[in-house]
């Protein structure tokens, strides 16, 4: 039962180097399902029974359609029922040793691209066409644009999942950017209706995205072990929030900012990595975690009169580029951060599979090999450092701006290790299950773990157990968050989406010692 | 002038003298061994050439210039390689990002070409990856070409480092035991690597306790026992000494050798 439920939970296929898996697979199925069964919820949410407020295909479904609508509707939601539940089918056929054939796969592909069809066609002919000649009874008010959408989307996604399964498993990054790129991007439309807090939440999303993409290029890249991270997300809002402020009356935009953040985080990253440079594992660990801790107490302290103290600095100023007025919607800032996280990616990509990408995984294998094999550890580990710190420090401008008001506070320990949890859980080397544990750990930080309690209240109230109620979820966050952890590294202890090298490297375990400590000078 | 001087050159570990004033030198294209027991100071030696140990005095010099003190990256840029007696592979590269890993220092390629994969990174990037391709044909290691080092059979990781040691373009090349834990097969087939890079002009430092590939390749062989040079001489000078044969066998060995 446990190796059953083991090699369940180890979505990758048994044995063999290849870099193929079916994580991936797993995350864009049940995307899908879960795609399908907000976009078959959503008018509930948003305004329950409300006349006029919610459109799906439920409530296609519910008002009893007459006439050709009827088998539209029907195969609609048949179509939406089988590729709702067929991730969890999937796992059971797992769970049981056995696979569905590629028949099952090319039904599910016609099933999906159905499903698109006939959204396409209920939304046209609601919205555009503001008539409803096929659906009889049904009277629909303003249609929900939002359930539409990400029914159609879900409906895609199971689409690719089940009609290219074999490149999905394959190609597993481009598979996943190519899912997952159009929903970022259409993110502020599919949510139009739907309050700016999601855009806020994607944002939040977005920098920690980049603070974890940062910290991989030095945890995971270079193997340095770094937990003082957000003293150069200290450094990059800082330094923008001084200088698109009244504080000091400077008021530069935000381009250039993001720039100059990056630049300045990046040049106290060599200088902080320097004294670091003979240390390894615990040791270095143990200096970063210093680091960490000083960079805001001396903003505390208001070091030189810049930054302004324990109330940090505030009114921050938000570009306005002609119709893109970044105060007036955080879609901007969403669509900005977007791009340069896209941005932010594909270099990082570049860089992992270039010269100094090889150099860092050498270092990270064996600095003493890597020595007298010609790479300057010295320089290559300042690097690593001043490349994960520029890319924190560009996000603490974005932040700064954002939030328009920065404070010690924001860059406490608890933003490292959150940032350092997003890395390890995501699939520490891995730049695509970095992004994977951001979205996931900002999800579960910024979302689940605060409306705990409303939930519990609201469960409390429906299930008639007032017990529920009174179990205060909020003194317990940290408490669920470490669990969940544990949990987490129990199960798969490569993270969400192993490197490839990590998956083989946890059937052995071991640290190669300091190329200082084998010359004797540490 | 010699390629490698090695001048008294101490090495002490607190209360343990690992190498005792040491003198050897090399010459270009030739073939020399370090032999002697286990403990006598013969990998101590490689690394304190190749600067993973810093010296307690004496001089290295290669060229006649003085490498001691130098980093070992500066030491590799000057020529010198080397493999290790524990093979020391990037566990988790493959094969050609290992042996792309012995070009890092001489490629051109910047952070930013990186990056932005300009033209210069792609097109420098695809002749390396050929030349470590090539170079692990030559050595017959292209199945392996792409899986990680550490799935590779034991031999064959022997062979590997010796290509990622030549992929740093070395004027010398220090070998480790080269052929310990190989099989017959591997070690003749190890013997003509090492007579093919000798034909290519390549300088070779070898430790070995093979005792038949040792007399075969090389020029002249080195004795070590005790971190002190007892012995320089051909293989036929060496074989013959009574001093060597004392510290293989024990004390006493040498009469008996001499009354058999
Ligand atoms: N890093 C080190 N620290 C302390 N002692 C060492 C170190 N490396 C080697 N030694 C000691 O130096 C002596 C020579 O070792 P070594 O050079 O490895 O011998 P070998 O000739 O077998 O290669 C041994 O006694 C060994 O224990
Ligand atoms: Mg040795």
């Not at chain 1, 670091?276 to 505390?300: K, N, Q, W």
């Not at chain 1, 328009?404 to 320990?413: A, K, R």
């Not at chain 2, 001089?59 to 006649?64: C, P």
């Not at chain 2, 004392?246 to 040498?254: F, K, Q, R, V």
Request: glycine residues 10%; charged residues 15%; contains cysteine.
């Amino acid at each position: 039962m446990r190796k059953r439920l083991a090699a369940f939970i180890r979505t990758e296929p048994e044995g063999g180097p290849s870099s193929a898996g079916t994580s991936v697979f797993w995350i864009l199925a049940s995307s899908a399902s879960g795609l399908l069964i907000i976009g078959w919820l959503l008018p509930w949410f948003v305004g329950p029974y409300d006349a006029g407020v919610g459109y799906s295909a439920q409530d296609a479904l519910v008002s009893s359609p007459t006439g050709i609508g009827t088998i539209l509707i029907y195969i609609l939601a048949v179509a939406m029922v089988i590729l709702f539940v067929s991730p969890f089918a999937e796992a059971f056929m797992r769970f049981r040793g056995r696979t569905f054939g590629p028949r099952a796969d090319r039904i599910r592909l016609y099933l999906g691209i159905a499903g698109v069809v006939l959204t396409g066609v209920v939304w046209l002919l609601y919205r555009v066409l503001g008539e409803e000649p096929l659906f009889g009874s049904l009277q629909p008010g303003e249609i929900s644009d939002s359930a539409i959408w990400l029914t159609m989307y879900g409906f895609a996604l199971a689409a690719l999942v089940y009609g290219a399964r074999p490149w999905v498993i394959g190609r597993q990054t481009l598979a996943f950017g190519t899912a997952v790129l159009p929903f970022g991007i259409f993110l502020p439309l599919m949510f139009h209706q739907a309050p700016d807090f999601l855009l806020w939440a994607a944002g939040s999303l977005a920098i920690y995205m980049l603070l974890a993409l940062g910290l991989n290029v030095v945890v995971g890249f270079a193997g340095l072990l770094d937990l003082g991270y957000a003293a150069f997300f200290a450094i990059g809002a800082y330094a923008c929030a001084s200088f698109a402020s009244p504080i000091h009356n400077i008021h530069w935009p935000l381009w250039i900012l993001i720039f100059l953040g990056a630049a300045i985080a990046s040049l106290f990253g060599a200088i902080l990595g320097a004294p670091t440079l003979r240390l390894r594992g615990d040791y270095l660990a143990i200096v970063t975690l210093g680091f960490g801790e000083i960079v805001p107490d001396l903003a505390t302290n208001n070091v030189f009169n810049l930054t302004g103290g324990p109330n940090g600095i505030s009114g921050i100023d938000q570009p306005h580029w002609g119709f893109m007025d970044f105060s007036e919607s955080p879609r901007w800032y969403y669509w900005s951060l977007l791009l340069v996280s896209i941005a932010v990616i594909v270099l990082l990509y570049n860089i992992e599979r270039s010269r100094v990408g090889r150099a860092w995984v050498a270092l990270r294998e064996d600095e003493v090999a890597a020595a007298a094999t010609g790479i300057n550890t010295t320089t290559t580990k300042l690097l690593a450092f001043a490349i994960g710190a520029s890319v924190s420090g560009l996000a603490g401008a974005f932040y700064g701006s954002l939030v328009t008001v920065v404070t010690p506070d924001d860059f406490s320990f608890s933003v490292s290790i959150a940032v350092l949890s997003i890395v390890v859980l995501g699939g520490i080397g891995n730049i695509a299950g970095v992004i994977l544990g951001a979205v996931i750990l900002t999800f579960v930080i910024f979302w689940a773990l605060p409306n705990m309690d409303a939930w519990s209240t609201t469960l409390s109230s429906t299930v008639h157990i007032p017990a529920l109620a009174n179990i205060n979820f909020s003194s317990y966050t940290y408490i669920i968050y470490g669990l969940a952890l544990i949990l987490m590294m129990l199960l798969r202890p490569g993270g969400l989406l192993p490197s490839r090298a990590r998956r083989i490297e946890l059937e052995s375990a071991g640290e190669s010692e300091s190329l200082a400590a084998v010359q004797g000078i540490a | 002038m010699a390629l490698l001087e090695l001048d008294s050159v101490t090495k002490r570990f607190g209360g343990l003298l690992a190498v005792s004033n040491v003198s050897f030198s090399l010459d270009r294209g030739e073939i020399l061994s370090m032999i002697g027991p286990n403990g006598a100071g013969k990998t101590t030696a490689f690394n304190c050439v190749t600067g993973l140990f810093p010296i307690t005095s004496g001089q290295i010099r290669l060229d006649g210039v003085s490498i001691s003190g130098l980093p070992p990256h500066r030491i590799t840029k000057l020529g010198i390689a080397r493999t290790f007696q524990n093979i020391r592979l990037f566990a988790f590269m493959t094969a050609v990002d290992n042996v792309m890993v012995g070009a890092h220092w001489w490629m051109k390629e910047r952070v930013w070409d990186g990056a932005f994969q300009t033209k210069r990174a792609r097109s420098e990037e695809r002749s390396v990856q050929q030349r470590a391709l090539s170079l692990l044909d030559q050595l017959g290691l292209s199945r392996y070409a792409g899986s990680y080092a550490r799935e590779m059979p034991y031999g064959l990781q022997r062979k590997l480092e010796i290509a990622r040691a030549l992929a740093t373009q070395p004027r010398l090349l220090l070998l480790d035991e080269p052929a310990a834990g190989l099989n017959s097969h591997e070690k003749v087939e190890l013997m003509q690597l090492i007579a093919r890079l000798r034909d290519e002009g390549l300088t070779i430092l070898l430790i070995e306790h093979d005792m038949r590939l040792v007399m075969e390749v090389s020029h002249r062989i080195v004795v070590l026992d005790h971190g002190e040079k007892i012995a320089e001489g051909s293989p036929a000078e060496v074989r013959t000494n009574p001093r060597v044969i004392e510290a293989y066998l024990g004390t006493g060995a040498s009469e008996a050798t001499r009354s058999a």
